[in-house]
């Protein structure tokens, strides 16, 4: 069934976007709806994914930003040339010391916004594992009654499973990233924000 765990914390990383927020990077994009969000609040945005046949479903949806076919861990991001940053259950696709070059490509105050995934390694992991099986029934169920939402929900972009425990990704981000928060979401999901000091 179409719900995608994702899409259901776009409102809770929309919240995130600073105030006067005028530039954006979607890190592995996918077919971009979030990156459509975010440009239709009026934000300059680059959205980047390393799999061809997302960007390609992204481009023909179309929607404002740029989309950009490349891996983020080859590029050479501009420095301090983002108000925000974000990375929808794409980072644990990557080394996760690549937040360096994410943080560094933060103007100052801009947020960077990670939706995590992480496996289940301990008995509270499980336990919230546990909270959430029937909260997804249910709205799986919802949504699929709600029907399909666009030309490119038929392209999924690739899926890896994450392999960092949520403590070994506290640990890394007090290093990398400091003064970030953590919070552990239903669905299998952590929220990192960190921001840039001004």
């Known amino acids: 069934m179409p719900f995608n765990h ?3 914390y776009h409102r809770t990383l929309l919240r995130r976007v600073p105030k006067g927020c005028r530039t954006a990077l979607d890190v592995g994009c996918g077919t971009g709806r979030f990156a459509r969000r975010l440009a239709s609040l009026g934000i300059q945005v680059d959205a980047v994914d390393p799999a061809a046949e997302v960007i390609e479903a992204a481009e023909a949806e179309g929607g404002g930003p740029r989309f950009h076919h490349a891996d983020i861990t080859e590029m050479e991001l501009p420095e301090g ?4 940053i974000s990375c929808l259950a794409s980072i644990h696709h990557m080394p996760f010391g690549t937040v360096a070059a994410l943080r560094d490509a933060l103007a100052p105050g801009g947020v960077l916004a990670i939706l995590g995934c992480y496996p289940e390694r301990s008995a509270v992991d499980y336990a ?3 909270a959430a099986i029937p909260v997804n029934a249910a709205t ?7 029907g399909p939402r666009g030309r490119a929900e038929g392209t999924q972009a690739p899926v890896m499973r994450p392999e960092m425990s949520l403590e070994e990704i506290r640990k890394e981000a007090a290093t990398l990233l400091p ?3 953590i919070r552990r979401l239903l ?4 929220l990192l924000v960190y921001r840039e000091p001004n």
């Open 6 to 8: 994702n899409d259901h």
């Open 81 to 84: 040339r983002y108000d925000y």
């Open 128 to 130: 919230w594992s546990l």
């Open 140 to 146: 799986r169920l919802a949504v699929a009654a709600a």
């Open 179 to 181: 003064g970030a928060t």
């Open 187 to 190: 669905f299998w999901r952590y």
